[in-house]
């Protein structure tokens, strides 16, 4: 079983940076998700095994980027130029090898999660 387990979340200001951090239990793609209240979960960004590859949702290109420490298990999510429409749960998930690398956008193509971090930007 693939733990997952996110920190760095909180409340900030628009315009502010912050970082999420994924600490994993083993070494596969990841990928960050989130939910806003009252809205269905969409995806974030994800990051391949080797750090070598990153994808975006148009929503956040040019503001978060997605890196990984493979020494230490670590993937996160440095979101710069918060805006209120980013307030939401944060949630990093793994995708096992057995996945398509077409899933990577999907909540289907990750089988492992974590429990979710609050994110809250003020206007």
């Known amino acids: 079983q693939v733990q997952l387990v996110e920190s760095g979340g909180g409340l900030v200001q628009a315009g502010d940076s912050l970082r999420l951090s994924c600490a994993a239990s083993?070494?596969?793609?990841m990928g960050w998700f989130r939910q806003a209240p009252g809205k269905e979960r969409e995806f974030v960004g994800a990051?391949?095994?080797?750090?070598?590859?990153?994808y975006y949702a148009d929503s956040v290109k040019g503001r978060f980027t997605v890196s990984r420490d493979n020494a230490k298990n670590t993937v996160y999510l440095q979101m710069n130029s918060l805006k209120p429409e980013d307030t939401a749960v944060y949630y990093c998930?793994?995708?096992?090898?057995?996945?398509?690398?077409?899933?990577?956008?999907?909540?289907?193509?990750?089988?492992?999660w974590g429990q979710g971090i609050q994110v809250t930007v003020s206007s």
């Open positions: 998930a793994a995708r096992p090898p057995w996945r398509s690398s077409d899933s990577r956008t999907t909540e289907e193509g990750y089988d492992y």
């Open positions: 083993g070494r596969y793609a």
């Open positions: 990051v391949s095994r080797t750090g070598g590859s990153t």
